[in-house]
């Protein structure tokens, strides 16, 4: 119901900054929660932060807390993930994920619908 593509990973080394992009487009009204989530080759996919629709609210993740920042901007139809003093185990695939039901749970992969294909972030010195 809402396409989601994702940009801005790369190569970089600790304690540099990445700022993700994720366009987003279809159904757009319905949705009522947007998120990050990351996932390293073999392991699950992991919650990295979230935003609520009606009020901007934001949560992040323990480990990414106080480095991370979750934002968006209605005009551009775009929701941004700004990393700052990037760690080596931030390396993973970054995801776009959106969701249309309120739910309480908002740090579960499966609670979310729709999926962009992913940008790819490697933090290695």
């Known amino acids: 119901q809402v396409q989601l593509v994702e940009s801005g990973g790369g190569l970089v080394q600790p304690g540099a900054s990445l700022r993700l992009s994720c366009a987003y487009s279809?159904?757009?009204?319905?949705?009522?929660?947007m998120g990050w989530f990351r996932q390293a080759p073999g392991k699950d996919r992991e919650f990295v932060a979230r935003?609520?629709?009606?009020?901007?609210?934001?949560a992040y993740a323990d480990s990414v807390k106080g480095r991370f920042t979750i934002s968006r901007d209605n005009a551009k139809n775009t929701i941004y993930l700004q990393m700052n003093s990037l760690k080596p185990e931030d390396t993973a695939m970054y995801y776009c994920?959106?969701?249309?039901?309120?739910?309480?749970?908002?740090?579960?992969?499966?609670?979310?619908?729709?999926w962009g294909q992913g940008t790819q972030v490697t933090v290695s010195s």
């Open positions: 279809g159904r757009t009204m319905s949705v009522y929660r």
């Open positions: 994920a959106a969701t249309q039901n309120p739910t309480s749970l908002s740090t579960e992969a499966f609670a979310y619908a729709d």
């Open positions: 935003m609520n629709w009606v009020d901007s609210s934001e």
